[in-house]
């Protein structure tokens, strides 16, 4: 299972999903799903994610077992 | 920049669909409420509902939202998917419905078992389509806006 930190880091930075979507050219939709762990990104959404936050893509998201 | 989707026509062209599904269906009222003449299937007046109809619904279909993304495109495939699915469970169910009904001498029931053959006409799965991708996109509109934001 692939979680994420984009709410965190949406947080810290102060902006909405709505910001966050105009930047990045998606739907806040996209940006809520992927939130809530209901869609995994392409490597170019994630890629445009990691740009608009300033992080890697490996501190945004990570493989949690689903185990745990 | 939206992120790569597959090939579809501008959204300009899904709100041309709609007028055209309203038009069709106001020409159909006309036809019906003048009775100059009552539509039936395969006779030339018909053509001024059937033809823009499926022209619409083919325009709904290959045409874009306002705002498209790979999201949206999955949401699409996902419903395609499904749909696909449940076409070869109802063909499947009505091969075996038949053989056991005409078997049994149960010929009465052929003709129930023939409404549910026609869940799997194109126009029924297009119209289908059309309505659970728009029920979908509604749905997680207002899943979203009740959501609030931390």
New interface residues.
Partial sequence: MLNNNIRVERAIKRVSQQDVADAIGVTRQTIFSIENNKYVPSTELALRLSAYFGKTVNELFRIVDSKE | ????TNFLLPHKFQIAGWWGLLASAAIFAILLCTKIYVPQLYTPPILLVTIPFLISLLLICISC?K?D????N?LRSRIIYYIIIAVVLIKMFYYISVVICTSYGAIGTLGIISFINILSNPIVLISIYIIAFRLI?TF??YK?NS?V??
Avoid: S
């Fill in positions: 920049m939206n992120t790569k939202e705002i993304d790979e999201y949206i999955a996109l997680y509109k979203m959501y934001e931390q």
